[in-house]
């Protein structure tokens, strides 16, 4: 496991590794539904681990949420999105509103080395593994 980088710091040769199963840097300006059809926000930015360049987080940004978020910006786990559909720019994740309703909210001041992943460990349980094949 690498450090993570956001997308917008990538290269473009970066980029063009990154998420390979079609779910990668172009979801990024998506609006964003949940699995219970509501809207969450926007797709901000990606989370990429520098080392297999697999999207472990999406920044959702949350101002045009159609239901309460105690937080502007969350983070999601990034194998948990779904069916990007590039004609109405939206795309989907797996997780109910409520369950992004209890998401983490991003810091961007934070550190996001692996010791600042920790905090999203601690929340979902598990270390974010590589998107599964949708």
């Not at 079609?22 to 080392?51: F, H, I, M, Q, W």
């Not at 697999?54 to 999105?81: K, M």
């Not at 779904?82 to 992004?100: G, I, M, N, P, Q």
Request: net charge negative.
């Amino acid at each position: 496991m690498g450090r993570l980088i956001s997308s917008r710091f990538m290269t473009q040769g970066q980029l063009e590794r990154c998420c390979a199963d079609g779910l990668g840097p172009e979801v990024v300006g998506c609006a964003l539904y949940t699995s219970d059809n509501r809207r969450v926000g926007v797709v901000k930015d990606l989370l990429v681990d520098d080392e297999d360049y697999v999207a472990r987080f999406v920044v959702v940004d949350t101002t045009s949420a159609e239901f309460l978020i105690n937080h502007p910006e969350v983070l999601l786990v990034g194998a948990n999105l779904c069916c990007l559909d590039r004609e109405h720019k939206t795309v989907r994740t797996e997780v109910t509103a409520a369950d992004v309703q209890s998401a983490p909210f991003y810091n961007h001041a934070a550190d996001l080395a692996q010791a600042y992943e920790e905090t999203y460990i601690f929340h979902y349980g598990e270390r974010p593994s590589a998107p599964a094949d949708h």
